[in-house]
């Protein structure tokens, strides 16, 4: 329950800024909004094209959920 919560906090702080660069506004304060991972919440290991963190990316991966993306080996 805790991370869902960090990532709503989250997803609210990125709308607040994207209103704000719209608008002309510069924040005040630029490192309060930070990426988490839609999945688990995971502000760490964050992959930006698919919005995940490494360990979600990984299984997802290997799940074949992810479009063009499979597992290397040689």
Do not use: D, H
């Not at 906090?9 to 660069?21: D, F």
């Not at 990316?57 to 499979?70: D, T």
Request: proline content about 1%; charged content about 35%.
């Amino acid at each position: 329950m805790a991370r869902k919560a960090l990532i709503v906090k989250t997803e609210k702080r990125q709308k607040k800024l994207k209103r704000e660069l719209e608008q002309g506004k510069k924040p005040v304060f630029k490192t309060r909004v930070y990426n988490r991972c839609k999945l688990c919440g995971r502000n760490r290991g964050y992959i930006g094209y698919f919005q995940i963190c490494r360990i979600c990316f990984r299984e997802q991966a290997r799940a074949g959920n992810i479009m063009g993306i499979k597992k290397s080996s040689w």
